[in-house]
């Protein structure tokens, strides 16, 4: 079956850096992202992998970077310069289509890693 875990996660300082991983068995895919979830706020797309582009939402962008390795079928998220607001809990996910956004087609999800920035 297709299982996703997310790692890496746990403390930081403001300012300070965080390098999240997700592994993914069962399945090789063409489309990855990242979510995330902080206290009392809904889910957020924060990161995707379409096709040759990386995109990010405004929050993150030029701080978060999502990257993939092929060949171990991982894909992971760089954040740099950390904000207390980015403390959640982060989410991978994957697609077998190809979604241009982060309300639909992720199919297949990890079970999360809490990332707390202070």
């Known amino acids: 079956h297709v299982q996703l875990v997310e790692s890496g996660g746990g403390s930081a300082l403001a300012g300070g850096s965080v390098r999240l991983s997700c592994a993914a068995s069962?399945?090789?895919?063409?489309?990855y992202s990242w979510f995330r979830q902080a206290p009392g706020k809904g889910r957020e797309g924060v990161a995707r992998?379409?096709?040759?582009?990386?995109y990010y939402v405004d929050a993150v962008k030029g701080r978060f970077r999502i990257s993939r390795d092929q060949s171990r079928n991982m894909w992971f998220l760089e954040m740099n310069n950390l904000k207390v607001e980015d403390s959640g809990m982060y989410y991978c996910?994957?697609?077998?289509?190809?979604?241009?956004?982060?309300?639909?087609?992720?199919?297949?999800w990890g079970q999360g890693t809490q990332v707390t920035v202070s």
């Open positions: 996910a994957a697609a077998s289509g190809v979604p241009r956004g982060y309300t639909g087609g992720w199919e297949y």
């Open positions: 069962g399945y090789t895919f063409n489309t």
């Open positions: 992998i379409l096709g040759g582009n990386d």
